[in-house]
């Protein structure tokens, strides 16, 4: 059986470079800071705002 590629991550913030594609300096940083307290709160089963998934959209909208 293959063995499973690790995903590659971000340096900076640990989290996977595909969530963060298209995103540079700080706003990359704010985005990994929400995605990470996003899933904080969905580990502990404890209700994510609105305003946090709203949060994660605005950042990781690509410019135009």
Do not use: H
Request: net charge positive; glycine share 8%; aromatic share 2%.
């Amino acid at each position: 059986m293959a063995k499973r590629r690790k995903v590659p991550k971000d340096k900076a913030t640990g989290i996977p470079k595909k969530y963060l594609s298209g995103v540079k300096g700080r706003q990359r940083t704010m985005l990994a800071n929400t995605m990470r307290q996003i899933s904080a709160l969905a580990k502990a089963g404890k209700r994510i705002p609105q305003s946090l998934i709203d949060r994660r959209v605005r950042l990781g909208k690509k410019k135009k």
